[in-house]
């Protein structure tokens, strides 16, 4: 098996086209930190952004407010806002503000339905509407002069967004590289069919048993040295408290994830229907990892490797429980995909054909 491991390394580094593959990979993440980076500064500041700057040379308003005190919280680069009169207005849609005498404030939008950037209009007005106000009750709250009491405002917790983009996405970047090699194991397994290179392979003194984890072995190591790298380009962005448990959690989950991608490349006849196979696989994965870790940041509850992976990263305390319960679902899950796939090479139809039907398959093995 160790034989078949080190074959499958040494002729994974030597092509280009994996090299090529790894470069990619590691730009693309760079390219995910700036994203989520910027998310995180946008999630943690008061601050409006603005995402389509340029609007206001197509979006104009006409605004008739004597105090000025909406038409100071308009956004230009939003709306171009175009000062009138009531006796006077353009064309375009107009708001009119009474003029202001203390709360309530009035204010009065008629919109043109002829553009269909009148939403755009809306949203900008009820954005400078709603600071208007706040900034007014903020100046009859000053001008109370009432005595101060010594409150602190204490943060009890971070709102469920930023629950989502500082545990989950950053769990989810950190597991992201497992379902980069899939194409690895289709070449490794389905390529020695297409290659009719199988027939020598399985002619080798070896049992087949060993061929199968032999080379899901090798893509195990590569996928190790990759989440490696990985992480620690991650820490350039990221904080990854507990980064060597993590990164043996991430290893031990890439064991199943490397066994039921062998297991669809073992029954796949050609590399079309291995990677629309691989493709169907990991939706699947992914799901069972990310749907109970949407759940645990809403009920504090569940079980799973990615559901471990945040409670590390959040510094949470982590019960021995957590780790046997999910170390025991990578080891089952793993045995089921190993042995099936195994059990699977084993079959001279399988290799050599004629290809047995699922249900056929499953009458057997029952």
Known sequence: MWTI????????????????????????????????????????????????PSLGEFVSLDVNDP????????????????????????????????????????????????????NVVKEEVESAVERSSRKIANQIITSMKKEQVNVKEEAVGESLPLKLVNKVMVAILLILPLFMFGNLIIDSITGEKERKTGESLIAMPIPRSHIILGKSLAVIIIMGVQLLIWMIIIWVGFRIPNAPIIYLVLLLTAFPVVGFTSLVAVYSKNYKEAGIGITLAYIIIIGFLIVPALAYISQKSGLGPLILIIKLLSLENITIFDMVSTVSILIFSSVIFYGLAVWLFEKDSIIFGPRPGVLRLLRGFL
């Open 5 to 52: 491991t080190k074959w499958e390394i040494k002729s994974t580094f030597k092509s280009r086209k994996f090299l090529f593959i790894f470069i990619f990979q590691i730009v693309t993440l760079f390219l995910i930190i700036f994203i989520f980076s910027g998310v995180l500064q946008m999630m943690n500041t008061t601050e409006e952004i603005t995402l389509t």
């Open 67 to 118: 105090s000025g005190i909406i038409r100071d919280e308009l956004n230009p680069k939003a709306v171009m806002i175009h000062p009138t009169s009531i006796r006077s207005p353009r064309e375009n849609s107009l708001l009119l503000v009474d003029e202001y005498n203390g709360l309530p404030l009035n204010a009065s939008l008629f919109l043109d339905y002829s553009t269909p950037m009148r």
